[in-house]
């Protein structure tokens, strides 16, 4: 499958994005899907994960609260929708998808997991 993150832009802080995540190749079908950032001269974090039915959602604790990871399966599509952004949170965000992810928060919180990866989208917040 390949993915395409889209929907990054530069915005001032409290402002809101939507990020998508769509697939192409093959539907999402039985995949977990994952967001995870970098920013310059960090290492790739985790910000939010969703399974397959959608019932499983997960979240960084910096994100939490702020951040809302949703999925349209029907459109093979997963969003990221980011309100009340911080300066923290610029960096490029990437998709990334498995369907061989145990059903825990370890597993779906680590990047070694997925399979799956497409080109990030830069987000940048200004303050």
């Known amino acids: 499958v390949q993915l395409q993150a889209s929907g990054g832009g530069l915005v001032r802080t409290e402002d809101s994005l939507k990020l998508s995540c769509a697939a192409s190749g093959r539907a999402y079908t039985g995949d977990v899907v994952g967001w995870f950032r970098q920013a310059p001269g960090k290492e790739r974090e985790f910000v939010a994960a969703?399974?397959?039915?959608?019932?499983?959602?997960y979240y960084s604790d910096s994100v939490k609260g702020r951040f809302t990871v949703s999925r349209n399966s029907a459109k093979n599509m997963v969003y990221l929708q980011m309100n009340s952004l911080r300066p923290e949170d610029s960096a490029v965000y990437y998709c990334a998808a498995s369907k061989s992810i145990a059903n825990t928060q370890v597993a779906f919180t680590s990047p070694s997991q997925y399979i799956y990866w497409g080109p990030g989208t830069l987000v940048t917040v200004s303050s």
């Open positions: 969703i399974s397959w039915s959608g019932d499983n959602t």
